[in-house]
């Protein structure tokens, strides 16, 4: 510690650091050779690509696209959250007019469940595939997911015009607006997934996406998995738990 | 401006002629922005040291704004029977003038802060997702404008800014002035959302080698608790909004009590988002107030993992007092013994700051700048206000207290005394390094005495009022209620008003300060203040790169490690300092970094903000509004994502000096 | 980095603040007003002298620690200013002394706590009251209805009255409210804190008078553009009065006298005013009891009752007085044996202030903001919130106050 000018005077207390001592730290290169390269003169130099945030440049060893989408995914739960308590709150509010029990088909809403689920599988598969960089597979399996995905939203519009039909309107009751509100937000992140899909299979096919293509894939799959978890806890608690 | 190339043993220079290079377009949308100069290389900018810069002085306009409805209130309550604002005007002012000083001052203030120093602070050259950032700053300028249009179409909100329903509803009011506001904050929402998971990206991410969490300036940490925050109260706030929404818009029954619905989800929603909410106010003062007192004490801050744990806590516990605001709705007593306990167990790590700050102090070798005076300010203020909130967690004193002025008294005094004070503290000591001038310490005194004088002056009173049965949001108030005597409530009303003129005139002095130093001041050294953290190995204004090189950190204080040695021996510690901030640049200097590549601007942040407004006015106006601005979105998004967030070289065309090639670019801001 | 004047005149400045600051602080819990009507810190009645008893003692304990925390501070800033010192010992902390500063408030709080759940409790507790009193909060004014009961007394009819409540001294008396539009709040501070009156909800607030009078309250929670002008009162009298009190209001109904101003007045008010104003015994030309907006409401119109306007004080929500100034100190300043005979006197013709109450009647939207524009209330189904601009001639004017000072 005595030849260099950096010291770290009087401290009355163990160095509140997670455990990386000076003597290691002082030295330079052994933390930031982990990180960045160095030049040949011994100058650290950005080789360019730390604004892209790449995974291994990165502290936390996540991409910063990859802990951004979870992060966005965190703040996600807490808005279905708010609306599924309103849910929660109103599912047994439907005055004189048509309630859940005359209403849901479960049989119907299980077989676009198992679409949607199918598809985080497949989702999954079209990740492995990119990982792979198997070009070929990776479109075959993402244009899958986006397929089985519009079909859910397919039987959602169906569903929602049946049950208009039946009587239950938006403005209909409390249970109306909140079911109906609780689902729309639902199918309006479902058909975003779609469109980010076929964006992504787009982009792939020109050779338009920037970093890491297997990452952005995964990327796009945590959001697509998240929106199915979704359903699967709307599913549960909306139509299979009776009121 | 994308590419700074040097030759490897060439120092960086400033000056040299600007170019402008002609990128051919990127995808066949649009042509790359790239000029340098003027309005477009704000508007077009990705630089996060632009973006604070923008954020601060619309937040700074919107202060004023806020400053004015504040002060027709006071105007209309100086007397009894004022006659200076309708009941109607004076609901839609008291409405306003929360909403925009809340949404529109304070937040983005504190946003202009953490945009241009925490990137500094960690040794990163800009944040995680740059044009993310300028589409913040522009959805959140164009939602406070937005706002604020109400005002010429119809009459601003007024229903008090926590919008309680039924009274927000369509019957009860039926201008479109909720409504501006609803889709106004909705919009101004998804800019902070964006901005929380762009920090926390930025901060987790992309620290500088050697800087683990423990070695962080603290105002990163409260940054970073805050931006959590954010993170997880603004969707429980936008989905009150949108309830609130489709049930003036479009015949949704959330609200209606006739259809069986039970008024107070508003308020759970509202304030599950609204406690968390003062704390992404406060925190940011908090971290700049921490930065301030141990560079002028000398010492660093006491405590700092206590600090920092606390400020965490803060956060998490946050989460679980927001029925303190509801304690008089009908809760019943063990749902309110619960909050009244939560809030007080609150209580414990905001005072254990209080001591690590005082401690700081203790000891040093204390130098009274303006920013140290607002730093003190803020120790004082804030304490009279935490402990005026301490009694109102006492639940059964708060149903006396609450709705009447003794919680106006108090959250004035966190808010203006905690946050506000914290913010012009860091306006005082990080000015010399945003814009390279010191501000005038002589008017800086003269503002910050003011600003005591008058904020003690107005809000000082209002405890007296409250406690005495003065209920808040009162367009007038009547001799009968004020009680006899010299002090009765006419007289406190009449201080709390002439207190707003003191106070008014504290803040216009700080624009004078802003006037003066631009046109007189000299520029300031790069470390005026003999600082101790990242930021200062900078010049002032920092380059628009940052850093000659990410710096290496070794410590906590990392820059004042570089500048002292302790020379004592033994017990004995005795500082002396070895070098000055400017010799540890110059060393940076010496082994600049070759390549630096730069995010380059981009048209899309300020195109996809545009989309937000319109498609809000659509729902008031016409549908066909919304299907324009929704068209607009969907190509926005495209845009950006087609649009590589660095500019190949290949989109830059040689230069017109017929230079080398067009890697040798060297354009200096 | 500083120059040494400018240094000891901050100091010199900061002492003098320092100094101004307390004087403030002093003159702040010095000066106060004398029996503010509202006041929080005069309790009349067991439930806010239970309030009382918990927040003096933490208004104390704050007011302490405020100024701990003021003397160390303004030490520290004397003591530890720069006057040439050296670079000062760079102590990252002490985490005893932390650890034993956090446990300090901690265990302070927990001393606030537990009384403070207790008196939540005792709070709470209504099961020993003796009379029921609902009352109905509505944009801008206090419906205050009695139902038939054993308690109070004994109520042996339906008693509607509006924004003066009259009870019995040392009575516990459970106030039961709701409202019929958007979130008001009751609150009369010497006698309890606020209870919220939430539409679709029925929520309880227990009161007691020690000693008769006058309290003075207001709606705290923000109701719309009239919300200052939301004012009630709670009159407590001794038992005998109460009891002289009830028997006026249950009294039947007398018709004004044939070929009276009055009479020309009840015709005028039939067609007028009986759309909204209940007045319990008023029959139409077939001799049916009319009764006001009865889909809607079960007791009172659209707008107060006003059978019995004229044994109230105040009108309009509370907001204007019925009494002249020179009667008002009579009735409202009367010391606590006298104020409910006082009361019971009723407002007489030469007490009556008709400036007021003309006013109103004249234009009652321009006297207090209400929304009274039928064409704008199509989303209310044309509900009035507040009395329209009835267009009546002073001559009209004069049938109608002639009318309603025999309402007693």
């Known amino acids: 510690m005595s030849d260099t000018t950096i010291t770290d005077p009087g401290v009355s207390e163990p160095d509140p650091d997670d455990g990386a001592t000076l003597d290691e730290a002082t030295d330079g290169t052994t933390l930031v050779d982990e990180v960045i390269p160095t030049a040949t003169d011994g100058s650290r130099s950005d080789d360019g690509l730390d604004h892209l945030g790449l995974a291994h440049h990165t502290s936390t060893g996540l991409s910063n696209t990859k802990l951004g989408m979870w992060l966005f995914l965190g703040s996600e739960c807490l808005m279905f959250g708010g609306l599924i308590a309103t849910y929660m709150l109103y599912r047994n509010r439907q005055g004189d007019a048509i309630g859940p029990d005359q209403l849901w088909d479960i049989p119907f809403t299980s077989a676009s469940s198992f679409c949607l689920l199918m598809s985080s599988l497949t989702m999954v598969l079209a990740v492995s595939a990119a990982k792979r960089h198997d070009d070929r597979n990776t479109r075959l399996w993402l244009i899958t997911t986006a397929s089985l995905g519009g079909l859910f939203v397919a039987g959602q519009v169906y569903e929602f015009t049946t049950f208009y039909r039946e009587g239950l309107g938006y403005t209909t009751s409390l249970f109306g607006s909140s079911f109906y509100t609780l689902t729309g937000f639902h199918g309006v992140h479902v058909s975003v997934g779609i469109m980010m899909l076929m964006a992504l299979m787009f982009m792939l096919s020109r050779n338009k996406v920037a970093g890491d293509k297997a990452e952005t894939v995964e990327m796009i799959g945590l959001y697509w998995h998240f929106v199915d978890i979704v359903w699967i806890i709307i599913f549960t608690l909306v139509y299979l738990i009776p009121a | 401006m994308a590419i700074i190339e040097r030759p490897v043993d060439a120092p960086a220079t400033d000056g040299g002629p600007a170019v402008v290079a002609t990128p051919s377009s990127s995808f066949g949308y649009l042509r790359r922005p790239v000029q340098t100069k003027g309005w477009r290389s704000w508007a077009f900018s990705v630089d996060h040291k632009k973006i604070g810069i923008m954020y601060g002085v619309t937040a700074m306009v919107f202060f004023i704004v806020g400053g004015l409805e504040a002060s027709l209130i006071r105007a209309q309550l100086a007397r009894p029977e004022g006659h200076i604002l309708s009941a109607d005007k004076y609901n839609q002012m008291f409405t306003m003038h929360a909403t925009t000083m809340v949404f529109l001052f304070v937040m983005p203030m504190a946003a202009a802060f953490a945009n241009y120093m925490i990137p500094l602070q960690i040794g990163a050259r800009d944040v995680a997702f740059p044009r993310l950032n300028a589409f913040s700053f522009w959805t959140f300028l164009f939602g406070g404008i937005f706002i604020n249009t109400s005002w010429f179409l119809g009459g601003g909100a007024d229903g008090g800014w926590f919008m309680y329903a039924p009274n927000s509803t369509t019957p009860f009011s039926p201008s479109d002035g909720v409504n501006f506001w609803t889709l106004g904050l909705l919009i101004t929402g998804v800019a902070s959302l964006a901005g929380a998971v762009n920090l926390i990206v930025t901060v987790l991410n992309m620290r500088a080698p050697g800087m683990t969490m423990m070695r962080m300036p603290i105002f990163t940490w409260m940054g970073l608790v805050t931006q959590f925050l954010l993170l997880f109260a603004m969707p429980v706030i936008t989905v009150a909004l949108f309830l609130l929404l489709f049930q003036r818009n479009y015949g949704a029954t959330f609200f209606s009590v006739q259809d069986g619905a039970d008024p107070l989800l508003w308020q759970h929603l509202f304030w599950i988002f609204g406690h968390p909410e003062v704390y992404i106010i406060v925190l940011p003062a908090f971290g700049i107030v921490s930065e301030v007192l141990p560079v002028f004490s000398r010492k660093p801050l006491f405590g700092y993992p206590f600090v920092v744990f606390s400020g965490a806590a803060i956060g998490f516990l946050g989460w679980g007092v927001w029925a303190h605001h509801m304690f008089a709705s009908g809760l019943g007593p063990i749902s309110v013994s619960v909050f009244a306990v939560a809030t007080m167990a609150i209580a414990i790590p905001t005072g254990v700051k209080i001591i690590n700050w005082t401690l700081t102090m203790w000891g040093g070798k204390l130098y009274f700048s303006t920013a140290m005076l607002f730093a003190i300010g803020l120790i004082i203020e804030f304490t009279i206000g935490g402990l005026s909130g301490v009694t109102h967690s006492v639940a059964p004193s708060d149903t006396q207290q609450t709705d009447t002025y003794y919680i106006v008294a108090h959250f004035h005094y966190v808010i203006f005394g905690g946050g506000v004070l914290g913010l012009f503290a860091g306006m005082y000591y990080w000015w010399p390094k945003v814009f390279g001038k010191l501000l005038s310490e002589t008017i800086g005194k003269w503002n910050f005495w003011f600003m005591i004088v008058g904020m003690n002056m107005t809000f000082g009173p209002m405890h007296i009022l409250g406690l005495q049965g003065q209920p808040r949001r009162m367009y007038i108030w009547t001799e009968q209620r004020a009680g006899e005597g010299f002090f009765n409530l006419a007289f406190w009303n009449l201080v709390s008003s002439i207190g707003t003129v003191v106070l008014v005139t504290g803040v216009f002095l700080f624009l004078v300060n802003v006037w003066h130093t631009t046109r007189k001041a000299p520029p300031a050294p790069a470390d005026p203040w003999d600082a101790r953290s990242l930021e200062w190995i900078t010049s002032s204004p920092p380059k628009e790169y940052n850093f000659e090189r990410t710096p290496t950190v070794h410590a906590l204080d990392e820059f004042f490690h570089r500048k002292y040695e302790d020379v004592g021996t033994g017990d004995q510690h005795e500082y002396k300092k070895v070098a000055t901030g400017e010799d540890v640049i110059a060393e940076e200097v010496a082994h600049a970094d070759a390549h630096i590549h730069l995010p380059s601007p981009s048209y899309w942040p300020i195109m996809l903000a545009l989309a937000l407004p319109i498609m809000a006015y659509g729902v008031i106006y016409h549908t066909l509004l919304i299907v324009a601005g929704a068209a607009l979105l969907i190509g926005s998004v495209f845009g950006w994502a087609l649009e590589p967030s660095t500019a190949p070289e290949s989109d830059f065309d040689p230069p017109s000096d017929g230079g080398e090639t067009s890697k040798e670019l060297a354009v200096h801001v | ?408």
């Open chain 3, 1 to 408: 980095m500083s120059s040494p004047t400018s240094r000891t005149t901050v100091g010199r400045v900061n002492r003098r603040a320092r100094l101004a600051l307390l004087a403030v602080l002093a003159a702040g819990v010095a000066g106060c007003a004398k029996d503010a009507p509202q006041d929080t810190w005069q309790p009349a009645g067991p439930n806010a002298q239970k309030i009382q008893n918990l927040q003096y003692p933490v208004f104390i304990i704050a007011g302490v620690v405020g100024l701990i925390v003021f003397a160390v501070v303004g030490y520290v800033v004397w003591r530890y200013k720069d006057r040439g010192q050296a670079i000062p010992e760079q102590t990252h902390g002490k985490p005893a002394l932390e650890i034993g500063l956090t446990i300090l408030p901690a265990l302070i709080l927990i001393g606030v706590a537990i009384p403070t759940v207790g008196t939540l409790m005792a709070l709470n507790k209504t099961s020993d009251t003796q009379c029921v009193i609902n009352v109905t909060g509505q944009q801008w004014w206090w419906e205050v209805d009695y139902p038939v009961q054993e308690g109070c007394g004994g109520v042996s009819g339906v008693i509607v009255t509006s924004g003066q409540m009259v009870i019995p001294v040392g009575t516990p008396v459970l106030v039961r409210g709701t409202s019929r539009d958007v979130i008001h709040s009751w609150w009369i501070p010497r006698l309890n804190g606020k209870r919220d009156m939430v539409p679709g909800r029925v929520q309880t607030n227990r009161i007691q008078a020690d000693e008769p009078g006058i309290y003075s309250g207001q709606c705290t929670e923000f109701c719309g553009l009239s919300h200052a002008n939301m004012r009630m009162e709670v009159i407590a009298m001794f038992p005998d009065d109460f009891e002289a009190w009830k028997a006026n209001q249950l009294e039947a109904y007398t018709s004004p006298e044939p070929d009276t101003l009055a009479a020309e007045g009840e015709a005028l008010f039939v067609s007028q005013c009986s759309r909204c104003h209940q007045v319990n015994g008023l029959e139409d030309a077939d001799g049916n009891p009319i009764v006001s907006r009865p889909d809607l409401y079960e007791y009172a119109g659209a707008a107060p009752n006003l059978t019995n306007l004229m044994t109230r004080n105040t009108f309009a929500g509370s907001s204007f007085n019925l009494l002249i100034p020179q009667c008002y100190p009579q009735v409202w300043d009367a010391p606590s044996d006298t104020v409910g005979q006082e009361y019971l006197k009723g407002v007489t013709p030469e007490c009556l202030n008709s400036v007021e109450l003309r006013e109103w009647l004249r234009n009652a939207p321009a006297k207090k903001p209400m929304y009274a524009d039928p064409t704008k209330l199509e989303p209310t189904d044309g509900l009035y919130r507040g009395m329209p601009f009835l267009g009546l001639s002073e001559d009209q004017i004069d049938q109608l106050v002639a009318y309603l000072l025999e309402r007693k």
